[in-house]
C-alpha cells in the first residue's frame, strides 16, 4: 500500500492533507486493516471545536470501537456525510473518498509535528 | 478428535407469525361475568379489535416451537463456558432454594419495617460480609449492575472532592480498561486520561506518576486487570495517587481472583464495585437482573447513596437522614432477589470456603494456561490470575485468527473464549474456566484447543470455512451489522423465499 507523500501522520493512524489553512483529516490504510469491516462511523457535528491529540469521534467494526483522535487543533467545518450511509468506503479507500473530517487550523504550528509518509511507514515497521 | 459432540436433533425453526393460521389458539378467557363495555364509546377511533398479524397457535405449537429454541442454547448446565465468571459462573443450586422461601421470594417493599426485619437483617448481613471481603468500611447495595456500580462510586469520590473544595477535572484509565470505565468518568462530568500498559501488561507506574496532578480526581483500575494480571506495583499506585489527594476507584469485575485472599481496602483502593453477577454466583442475562454494589473507605461513607440501614431498638430502621449523601441510584433497596442468593452462596461457602474457591478459580486458570502454551503464544510472561490470555500471533501466520479458532471450537461442543478482547494483546484468546471445572471437562477444552491447532498447522481452510456441525455456518455479520433487519415483515420472508 502506498502512503500519500504529501500527507502527514500521527502515531494514532490518521493522515492529514493540509489545504490553504484548512486540513482534512482521516485514517490510514493500516488502521482500516486493523479494524477489519468497518459498519458504523460517528463524526462530530460541523463548528464542533477540537484538540489536537483528544478523541473527536469514533469508528465501529465488527471487532472493536476505536476512539478517532484529532490530529490537530480547530474547527470542524465539514463532514463527509457520505460515510453515514457507506461506512465501508473507509475499508475501500481510506486516503481520498473516505476523509472524515475538515478542521480548520487553530494552529498551523501542530503540523510540523506530524509523522512524514516514510516516516509512518518506519513507525508501522517498527 | 471431536469427542464433546455428536450430531443431535437440532431443528430449523420458522417464527410463530409463520406458523399462525386463523383461528388456532392456546388459551379460552373464562366467560365474560361483568357488564360489557364497547371500547370505542371510551377510546373512540383508538380503540381496535384485532392485531394485525398476531400470531395464532394452539399450546403444543407454542411448548415446541420454545422448547426447539432451547435446544439452541449453550450454557454453563451444558458444559464448560469459557468466558467464566466475566459474564457467568455457576449458580449453585442452594441459591435458588434461598430465594424462593416465600418470607423472602413475596416480601414487598412497601411492607411495614415491623414486617421486614427479616429481609433488613439478610440486607445488614450481606453488607457486614461484603465490608469483610472487600476490606471496606461501609457498602452500598443500591446499584444494580457493575457498570451502575461504577457511576455511583465516581459520583462519591466527586462529592467528595467537592467538599473538600474542588472536585477536580480528570479521572485516569489503563488502556486495559474495560469500556465502562471511561464511558462512567465521562457521564460523571470528567474527561478520561488514557495511561498505557508496560510489557508486563501492568499500570507503567511512570507514566502514572508524570500524569496524575493536582487535576486528577481518580484512578480507575482493575485488579487483576483485563489480561489476567495482579497489579504488582498496586501499593507503588495507591500512593503517587494518594500523594497528589486523588483516590482509586477499583473496578471489582475480577474480585473472583481475590476473595478470601486479598483484600482491595488493605491494598489502598477508596471505593470499588463486585459483581454479585460475576463473583458472588447469581444469575445473569436471561436468569436475572445484576447487582453491583460497592464499598467504600470511612471517608466516603457519608455520601453513599440513601436510605441506610441503621440499629434502633433491637431491630433494623433506614435511615434518610444522610445530608451528604449522593441520593438514590435506584428505587428502594437494590435488586433484592439477587441478594438473597449472593449471600446464600457467601454463607454456603463461609470464609474458608470462599477462599478455596477463590484458588480453585486460579489452578484451573493456570492448568489450562499450562497445557495450552506450548501451542498458543500467551500474551504476557506474568504470573496469571484467575483468567489466561493468549494472543493468535502464531495461528495468524498461517491466515487464521482468533475469531476463526472460536467458530472451529464450536464444532468441538464448546462455546467460544472471549474473542479480542482485551485489544491491547493482537488477535487475543482469552479463557476463564472458573473454580467449578472438574479435570475431565478443562481436559476436553484444552485438547479441542490443541487439535485445533494441529489443523491450523495442516490444513487451515478447515478452521477458516468453521464451522461444520453447527445448524447454521458462518453468518454474514458485516453486513448484518451496516444494513441490520431489525423487524420482521411478512412479505419480506415470502419474496426471499421465493428467490
Avoid at chain 1, 483529516?25 to 491529540?53: C, M, S, W
Avoid at chain 2, 489450562?368 to 500467551?378: D, F, G, M, N, S
Amino acid at each position: 500500500m502506498t502512503y500519500p507523500e504529501n500527507y502527514g501522520y500521527t502515531k494514532e493512524h490518521e493522515w492529514v492533507s493540509v489545504e490553504g489553512g484548512v486540513c482534512v483529516v482521516g485514517i490510514t490504510f493500516h488502521a482500516q486493516k486493523e479494524l477489519g469491516d468497518i459498519v458504523y462511523v460517528d463524526l462530530p457535528r460541523p463548528n464542533t471545536a477540537v484538540e489536537a491529540g483528544k478523541t473527536f469521534g469514533s469508528v465501529e467494526s465488527v471487532k472493536a470501537v476505536s476512539d478517532i483522535f484529532a490530529p490537530v487543533s480547530g474547527e470542524v467545518v465539514e463532514v463527509n456525510q457520505a460515510l453515514a450511509d457507506a461506512p465501508e468506503m473507509l475499508n475501500e479507500k481510506p486516503h481520498d473518498a473516505a476523509w472524515l473530517v475538515k478542521i480548520k487550523l487553530s494552529n498551523p504550528e501542530e503540523i510540523k509535528s506530524l509523522m512524514s509518509a516514510a516516516d509512518y511507514q518506519s513507525y508501522l515497521g517498527g | 478428535m471431536i469427542r464433546k459432540v455428536r450430531s443431535h436433533i437440532n431443528q430449523n425453526e420458522t417464527l410463530l407469525f409463520e406458523q399462525s393460521s386463523p383461528g388456532k389458539r392456546a388459551y379460552q378467557l373464562p366467560a365474560l361475568d361483568v357488564p360489557p363495555v364497547d371500547a370505542a364509546s371510551v377510546l373512540g377511533s383508538d380503540a381496535r379489535t384485532e392485531i394485525e398479524d398476531f400470531p395464532e397457535v394452539s399450546e403444543v405449537e407454542v411448548i415446541r416451537h420454545f422448547t426447539r429454541l432451547s435446544t439452541w442454547n449453550y450454557g454453563i448446565d451444558l458444559g464448560l463456558f469459557p468466558l467464566g465468571s466475566c459474564t457467568m459462573k455457576y449458580n449453585p443450586r442452594i441459591n435458588e432454594v434461598v430465594a424462593r422461601e416465600p418470607g423472602l421470594a413475596w416480601a414487598h417493599p412497601y411492607q411495614p419495617e415491623s414486617l421486614s426485619q427479616g429481609c433488613m437483617e439478610v440486607l445488614a448481613l450481606l453488607e457486614e460480609y461484603l465490608c469483610e471481603i472487600f476490606g471496606m468500611d461501609a457498602v452500598t447495595l443500591q446499584p444494580a449492575a457493575g457498570a451502575h456500580g461504577e457511576f455511583t462510586g465516581i459520583m462519591l469520590i466527586r462529592s467528595y472532592l467537592e467538599s473538600q473544595g474542588n472536585p477536580r477535572k480528570k479521572v485516569l484509565c489503563p488502556d486495559s480498561a474495560h469500556g465502562t470505565n471511561p464511558a462512567t468518568a465521562i457521564i460523571a462530568g470528567y474527561e478520561v486520561e488514557n495511561i498505557k500498559s508496560n510489557e508486563k501488561g501492568m499500570v507503567d507506574v511512570e507514566a502514572l506518576a508524570k500524569a496524575v496532578n493536582e487535576d486528577v480526581a481518580a484512578l480507575m483500575l482493575t485488579n487483576p486487570n483485563t489480561v489476567g494480571v495482579f497489579e504488582e506495583q498496586i501499593l507503588t499506585i495507591a500512593s503517587i495517587l494518594h500523594e497528589k489527594g486523588a483516590q482509586i476507584y477499583m473496578d471489582g469485575a475480577n474480585m473472583n481472583a481475590l476473595v478470601g485472599i486479598s483484600r482491595p481496602g488493605d491494598f489502598g483502593v477508596d471505593v470499588m464495585h463486585s459483581n454479585l453477577h460475576k463473583t458472588f454466583s447469581t444469575p445473569h442475562g436471561g436468569g436475572g437482573p445484576g447487582s453491583g454494589p460497592v464499598g467504600v473507605r470511612k471517608h466516603l461513607e457519608p455520601f453513599l447513596p440513601g436510605p441506610r440501614l441503621k440499629k434502633a431498638g433491637g431491630g433494623w430502621t433506614w435511615d434518610y437522614d444522610r445530608p451528604k449523601s449522593i441520593g438514590r441510584v435506584r428505587a428502594f433497596y437494590g435488586n433484592f432477589g439477587v441478594l438473597v442468593r449472593a449471600l446464600a452462596y457467601i454463607m454456603a461457602h463461609g470464609g474458608p470456603g470462599l477462599r478455596n474457591a477463590t484458588l480453585d478459580a486460579l489452578l484451573t486458570a493456570n492448568y489450562v494456561r499450562a497445557r495450552l502454551e506450548p501451542y498458543y503464544q500467551i500474551a504476557y510472561q506474568a504470573p496469571s490470575m484467575h483468567e489466561c490470555v493468549f494472543s493468535d500471533d502464531r495461528q495468524a501466520a498461517k491466515g487464521v485468527r482468533t475469531g476463526d479458532i472460536a467458530k472451529r471450537l464450536l464444532d468441538y461442543g464448546f462455546h467460544p473464549y472471549t474473542v479480542s478482547f482485551p485489544m491491547i494483546v493482537r488477535g487475543a484468546l482469552m479463557i476463564e474456566p472458573t473454580e467449578t471445572e472438574p479435570k475431565q471437562e478443562l481436559d476436553l477444552f484444552c485438547d479441542a484447543l490443541i487439535s485445533i491447532a494441529g489443523e491450523i498447522e495442516e490444513n487451515p481452510q478447515l478452521v477458516l470455512k468453521a464451522p461444520h456441525g453447527t445448524r447454521t455456518s458462518r453468518v454474514d455479520e458485516v453486513t448484518a451489522a451496516r444494513k441490520p433487519v431489525v423487524r420482521w415483515r411478512r412479505n419480506e420472508t415470502a419474496s426471499k423465499a421465493a428467490d
